[in-house]
Nanobody
């Protein structure tokens, strides 16, 4: 199971920390990713973190977001900084590539 949280309403330029806790899997064995989606559109990849902690980001992140993981807590995080209105999405986590059933996302709304 995947349970994301930490979203909310924030002004442009603000920050949020998203968290996603997993259960029922051996978390440390998997690369993890964050994805985002607006209703009616395709889900897009945001960031991923491998088992060894190395990371990759989509080009639009441009140094503003940081993905991290805590294997002891079975949790992956996404720190969102310098948020823009165009970052308004529902954010989800999943294994990377996303082969698990999608869980509940968390809504991030950025006001201008």
């Amino acid at each position: 199971q995947l349970q994301a949280c930490g979203g909310g309403l924030v002004q442009a330029g603000g920050s949020l920390r998203l968290a996603c806790q997993t259960s029922g899997v051996i978390f440390s064995r998997h690369s993890m990713g964050w994805f985002r989606q607006v209703p009616g559109a395709l889900r897009e990849w945001v960031a991923k973190i491998r088992q060894d902690g190395t990371t990759e980001y989509a080009d639009f992140v441009a140094g503003r977001f940081t993905i991290s993981r805590d294997n002891a807590k079975n949790t992956v995080y996404l720190h969102l900084n310098s948020l823009k209105p165009e970052d308004t999405f529902v954010y989800y986590c999943n294994k990377f590539p996303p082969l698990w059933e999608w869980g509940q996302g968390t809504l991030v709304t950025v006001s201008s």
